[in-house]
């Protein structure tokens, strides 16, 4: 069985693209990665890499290898890390992306709570825009109402989200009020929406659906400064229901189309799909379920 330093060199060689950015990140000489590299070859009795003087890329037997390599390599990091921890001890630093909306409402006024109850945990919160993309790979846990990411992740639903069309009083009697969904290709529309396509704004009624494809002259990547240009009469804005319920009940914002539905969205968490997932994780997402979900499945005790 060839050791683990032999497959973590032929990591690097793959990532860095070089014998030689290899060996400056791994602070050995590049002669030495090469044969490691040999000698793994050798020891399986197959080419992993095929070497030219300006290029090097996986063969079909290297890509296997690695692919496998690098599951070996994340089971023994997480038999480590399960060795360390208690079961049932969240403890460490928890890496958090949240919508700013839930960020900087319900979920801050939860993570007291939390911490209260699970001492050994801190937090890192990033909060982004829903229209913003992020990288799930830097996080632990991602809550969002956007597509699931790519890559091996599981998900929790905690709860879904209605879309609502709104607009201002003053810009209804500036502009006239939109007969019909159809009507809103010659309306200023505010974007990007809760759609995750944001200029395909979808409609349902009667178990037909509308699809109407809309423009205009405001774009911001932050949904309270769409609901913002809303109020002040610039334009109609498609945004979560949950978000613009105080507006419409103030009669700062009107709702367009009520008898018509909109397709929800989902609020999921979503994490790495590994073997071993920290308790840090395991308890916050219940405690999350707990507190937030609605349709969701926490981790069972099994």
Not at 31 to 59: F, N, P, Y
Not at 69 to 98: C, F, H, P, W
Not at 153 to 171: M, R, T
């Amino acid at each position: 069985m060839q050791d683990f330093n032999a497959i973590s060199i032929f990591q690097s060689v793959v990532e860095q693209g070089s014998f030689s950015r290899a060996a400056e990140k791994l602070g050995i000489t590049t002669s030495a990665v090469s044969r490691r590299i040999s000698s793994l070859e050798q020891h399986l009795g197959v080419r992993l890499l095929r070497r030219t003087t300006r290029s090097l890329s996986l063969t079909e037997s290297g890509q296997r290898y690695l692919e496998y390599a690098t599951q070996a390599q994340q089971a023994v990091i997480d038999a480590e890390n399960a060795a360390r921890e208690k079961k049932d001890v969240a403890s460490g630093t928890l890496r958090l992306s949240a919508p700013v909306n839930l960020g900087r409402g319900k979920l801050a006024e939860l993570i007291p709570l939390f911490m209260q109850a699970n001492p050994l945990v801190s937090f890192h919160i990033s909060l982004s825009d829903v229209f913003t993309k992020i990288n799930p790979d830097d996080f632990d846990l991602v809550l969002t109402t956007a597509q699931p990411p790519s890559g091996s992740f599981h998900a929790v639903k905690l709860y879904s989200v209605k879309g609502c069309i709104v607009c201002s009083q003053d810009y209804l009697d500036k502009h006239g009020t939109p007969a019909s969904p159809e009507a809103l290709q010659s309306h200023n529309c505010l974007l990007p929406s809760f759609y995750e396509i944001y200029d395909d704004w979808i409609f349902t009624k009667e178990d037909k659906e509308i699809k109407v494809k809309v423009n205009g002259n405001y774009f911001c990547n932050n949904p309270v400064a769409v609901q913002t240009a809303a109020r002040e009469g610039l334009g109609i804005a498609c945004l979560s229901a949950n978000q613009v319920n105080e507006d419409i009940a103030a009669c700062k914002l009107i709702q367009l189309f009520g008898d018509y539905r909109m397709p929800d969205r989902s609020l999921r968490i979503y994490y790495s799909e590994k073997h071993f997932v920290p308790a840090k994780v395991r308890v916050f997402v219940d405690f999350l379920v707990d507190n937030l979900g609605k349709e969701s499945t926490a981790f069972s005790d099994t």
